[in-house]
Each structure stands twice: as structure tokens, then as C-alpha cells.
């Protein structure tokens, strides 16, 4: 099921979006605002797959600066399952893990995609990795993983690079 609005703000519908980014139970509000601001800005449609570790009431918008989320197409789910039975029969489903096997570079995106991002704590569980396709961003020095933002901002900008969205028109 698709839950209603948490949030009184209006927010932008994006129509047949080039990619579509799905946070799995995200956990760190600054990270899922830096990515809301980066749907906005690309045109991405913003999936939340609950529960969420934080609330996005307006109260908590207002606090937190982010006047830009009218500008944000935002679906909320109430789980994986319910997101799966509503979305992804529009597109393909893409995991992405520091885990993952294959680099997103392998991967042949396709407009409608959906990428989907595991929690910043643990990351995405091994039956979803096992079900989909799954990439991992390289690493070079000894750390765990990058930032959760900063993931998905390569990889979306790197696939929407490969879709020609980066074309003057």
C-alpha cells in the first residue's frame, strides 16, 4: 500500500521519470534529505520503503531546512512487500551493496529503472540481494562503504549520463 502523505507540503509529480530511487528503511534523516535534493534536482522519483527511522511531518521539514521538498516526487510505502505489488512492475529493480559482486558500471540501466539502496547501518538483507541484480560502487582504501548519499549520487548521475539525459536539447 501506498500511505498517504506524511507531510501537508505539496510536492511535484515527475511523469515517466528517467530513474527512480528506492531507500529501503533509511535510517539517517540528513542522508535521505541530501537525496531528496537530489531527486528534485535530477527530476528522480523518491521512493520510502517504511519503517523509517526518523518522521517527515512538517514540523520536522521546517526544522530541518529542507524547503526544497515541494520540488521532490515522494512516494511512501509501508514496507518492501507493498512497494514491490505497487512500483515495480513499471521498471526493473537494481540493488545496490558494498556486498555486491558486479560494479554499477556492468550494469545496462534502462529508463524506469528503480535503484534501491539498503540502510546505512546494515545495508540491504541477503534475500533482496539474492532476488535482484546487485552492483556495488568501488572502494580503493580501507573503509566499510561510502555515505549513503553520496552512492546514490554516483550512481544516478552516472546512469542518467548513460541514459543521454545529459544531452543539450
Same mark, same amino acid.
Given at each position: ?5 506524511l ?5 511535484k ?37 517504511h ?18 521538498w ?8 509501508q ?9 515495480v +512492475?513499471?521498471g526493473? #529493480?537494481? $540493488?545496490f551493496? /558494498?556486498?555486491?559482486?558486479? %560494479? ?20 540491504? +538483507?541477503?534475500?533482496? #540481494?539474492? $532476488?535482484?541484480? /546487485?552492483?556495488?560502487?568501488? %572502494? ?11 552512492t ?18
Amino acid at each position: 500500500m501506498i500511505l498517504p502523505a506524511l507531510s501537508n507540503t505539496p510536492h511535484k509529480i515527475v511523469e515517466a521519470p528517467f530513474l527512480q530511487v528506492v531507500l529501503f528503511q533509511p535510517e539517517i534523516p540528513s542522508n535521505t534529505g541530501n537525496i531528496a535534493r537530489l531527486c528534485g534536482a535530477a527530476e528522480l522519483r523518491l521512493h520510502l520503503v517504511h519503517p523509517l527511522g526518523f518522521q517527515v511531518d512538517d514540523r520536522h521539514l521546517k526544522r530541518a531546512g529542507l524547503d526544497y521538498w515541494s520540488e521532490v516526487d515522494i512516494r511512501h510505502h509501508q514496507n518492501f512487500h507493498c512497494f514491490l505489488e505497487q512500483q515495480v +512492475p513499471e521498471g526493473r #529493480l537494481l $540493488a545496490f551493496s /558494498s556486498h555486491a559482486e558486479s %560494479l554499477y558500471t556492468e550494469a545496462k540501466p534502462k529508463k524506469g529503472d528503480f535503484l534501491l539502496f539498503g540502510q546505512e547501518t546494515c545495508g540491504l +538483507p541477503q534475500e533482496i #540481494l539474492q $532476488a535482484y541484480p /546487485s552492483y556495488r560502487v568501488p %572502494l580503493w582504501g580501507n573503509v566499510r562503504s561510502l555515505n549513503l548519499a553520496t552512492t546514490v549520487g554516483i550512481v544516478s548521475y552516472h546512469f542518467l549520463h548513460e541514459l543521454g539525459r545529459f544531452k543539450r536539447h
